[in-house]
Structure formats: structure tokens, C-alpha cells
């Protein structure tokens, strides 16, 4: 399998939406019926991808599945939880932490990265992912933009942190399906907080270099980590 991109980040976008201008602040924690359908697109072709790319084609998927279909089944599982924990959570954790500071926050799909994440892995056995943002509208400033910022890769930290006794407890298949969530966490971790518009990373060190700095070198030791030296556990 080979990663390129992923995650979505957040977008501040100014004024919110007409309906969030009629209807009044943004309840908490809900999701809307649009900003659910969009989360659905995403998942489901984002685990679709990232399948198809963990067998490095859909050729070599299908040739599998002819042959061996449980163990598409198990990948495509595997590769459906690590969308959920990678980028799912990745992306509420942005939405509600903006929403903390009175923000109007919803994820919205980009249908042409996912269109790109799609093809490329069914092809190529890559997968580049841009699959949408969470749009943020209100008024914070540089420090608060940067905490909005930074809370989606440090979900992933958490994520991956949690899920790394489980590689070390469990052996075999079971034990590489923990890995793999552990993997994706980490590098969109680690990704995002590249200092490039629009990922999260150029939000955060303009906000703190010193956060930056700190943040970058604990994802920067968990990436060392899970690449070097969890397989052994394996």
C-alpha cells in the first residue's frame, strides 16, 4: 500500500450560511442532514480507495477476491475502520472544537479529490486523498484558529496511541488490522501538520512555532515508532 495525501483539515470561511443566519447557532455536537450525507460520501469512498490500494490495484483486488473473498472482506473492514478513526474523527474534531468557540462548523465533501483518490488507487495502487474540509464560519482569532487547527492531528495521535497495545497483545492478521489504523493515524498526523495552506500545520505555526515545533516532533517519534519498531511486536 502506498499513501500520498489525506485528511481533509478545516477551511475559515468568514460569514456563515443563510440558513445558519435564519435558523440560529448551531446546536453542539449535531450533525446536519447535508453535512451527514457529505460524511457518508467520504467514508465510503475513502474505504473503497484505501482498499483497493492496500492490494496495490483493483485488478489485484478482484483477482483476490475470486480466489480468497474473506480476506478482501477483512481488509475492506479494516481499511473501513481506519477511514472512520483517521479522517472521521480527524474532521469532528475540528468541527467541534470551532463550535466550542461559537463557530458554524459542517464538513463538506470535494467531489474532485475524491473522484482523484478513486481512480489513482483503483489504477495505481496509490492513494492521494483531498476529500473535503470542515467549513468553519465566525469570528476567532490567529490563537483559536490554530487550536481548531491542530486538534484533528493530535485525534490521530490519540488514536493511534490508544490502538498500540492492541498490535503488541494480538498476533497475526488480527494484529496487522490494528497496525494498519495505527499506520493511517499516524501519517495523517504527521501530514497534516505539514506548514502548507491548506493543511493544518500552516494554521498552527502561524498561531505557536513553539506548539508547531512540539507537536511536529512528537508525530514526527510516533511515525519512527510505528514504521520502525511496532512490527517487531507483530
Excluded at 435558523?23 to 451527514?36: F, H, I, T, V
Excluded at 467514508?43 to 482498499?51: K, P
Excluded at 470542515?134 to 496511541?161: E, F, H, M, W
Aim: aromatic share 14%; hydrophobic share 55%; charged share 10%.
Amino acid at each position: 500500500m502506498s499513501l500520498g495525501a489525506g485528511g481533509g483539515g478545516s477551511i475559515f470561511s468568514g460569514e456563515p450560511p443563510v440558513y445558519y443566519q435564519t435558523y440560529g447557532q448551531q446546536r453542539k455536537g449535531m450533525l446536519s442532514d447535508e453535512e451527514k450525507r457529505n460524511l457518508t460520501v467520504a467514508i465510503l469512498a475513502l474505504t473503497a480507495a484505501l482498499t483497493m490500494a492496500m492490494f496495490g490495484g483493483l485488478s489485484r483486488m478482484y483477482n483476490t477476491f475470486t480466489e480468497e473473498p474473506a480476506l478482501v472482506g477483512y481488509i475492506a473492514l479494516v481499511a473501513f475502520v481506519s477511514t472512520t478513526t483517521g479522517f472521521f474523527l480527524h474532521e469532528m474534531a475540528h468541527k467541534f472544537v470551532a463550535q466550542r468557540y461559537g463557530c458554524w462548523a459542517e464538513f463538506r465533501y470535494s467531489q474532485q479529490g475524491l473522484f482523484i483518490a478513486l481512480i489513482l488507487s483503483a489504477l495505481a495502487g496509490f492513494l492521494f486523498a483531498a476529500p473535503g474540509a470542515v467549513y468553519i464560519a465566525g469570528r476567532i482569532d490567529k490563537r483559536q484558529n490554530g487550536i481548531i487547527s491542530i486538534a484533528g492531528p493530535l485525534t490521530n495521535v490519540a488514536v493511534a496511541a490508544v490502538a498500540i497495545p492492541l498490535v503488541i497483545v494480538f498476533g497475526g492478521i488480527i494484529a496487522w488490522g490494528f497496525y494498519t489504523v495505527i499506520y493511517f493515524n499516524a501519517f495523517l498526523a504527521i501530514f497534516n501538520m505539514i506548514p502548507i495552506m491548506p493543511l493544518d500545520g500552516a494554521k498552527v505555526v502561524k498561531w505557536s512555532p513553539g506548539v508547531y515545533i512540539a507537536g511536529i516532533a512528537a508525530m514526527g517519534a510516533l511515525m519512527y515508532f510505528v514504521w520502525v519498531f511496532l512490527p517487531n511486536y507483530m
